[in-house]
């Protein structure tokens, strides 16, 4: 069957049915993992019964109980330096592993970064680019910046030599009269 790009095969196989049939597999699943645990289990019991007879310790004298003691730490002690060097194997395989992983990434995906260089761009080239035919119209940056008038120095000089004395100032603010007079040239300014 040819079927077009995005358009995927029908299922033959009804809802009801694959969850069915995902609960048989989960379910067989589950009695592999557990017949798999039990046979683990016999082995290590089986294993334990061959290499480590019961032992026998009633009616041993002193030195006798102290040979056999003895014996069970050179046991031990063997049994100790094999799990240490077969641990010690794992985590170098471990590590060759993910060192040849890094690297079998690092070959799929080499590639050399150009080097980038410095463009000046306009906005209106900017939006082109970024909204490609959606952008309409220039965008004039400037235009939305509030203008700021400079002042002259003449008006600084006006309000010193109003200012002047600062007595006089205060007596002919002082008194209704004054707060009167602050009002007014606070309401005119505005």
């Not at 358009?7 to 009804?14: M, N, R």
């Not at 809802?15 to 009695?31: F, G, H, I, P």
């Not at 035919?133 to 203008?147: Q, T």
């Amino acid at each position: 069957m040819n079927y077009t790009k995005g358009e995927k095969p029908k299922s033959k196989i009804t809802a009801s049915r694959k969850l069915s049939l995902k609960m048989l597999l989960l379910t067989r699943a589950c009695e592999d993992l557990e017949r798999e645990r039990q046979e683990r289990e016999e082995e290590k019991v089986r294993y334990i019964g061959e290499h480590l007879p019961p032992l026998q310790l009633s009616g041993l004298s002193l030195d006798e109980l102290q040979k056999i003691c003895k014996q069970l730490h050179t046991k031990i002690e063997v049994v100790d330096e094999e799990r240490y060097d077969s641990e010690s194997k794992v985590g170098k395989h471990n590590k060759d592993i993910h060192e040849l992983k890094l690297k079998i990434q690092d070959l799929g995906g080499k590639f050399k970064k150009p080097a980038l260089r410095k463009v000046r761009v306009s906005a209106d080239e900017m939006m082109r680019a970024l909204l490609g035919s959606k952008h309409k119209g220039s965008m004039d940056l400037r235009s939305n910046l509030k203008s700021v008038k400079k002042e002259d120095g003449k008006t600084d000089k006006v309000l010193t030599s109003e200012v002047g004395d600062w007595r006089k100032n205060v007596e002919a603010m002082s008194g209704m009269e004054g707060r009167k007079k602050m009002f007014d040239t606070a309401g005119g300014a505005q």
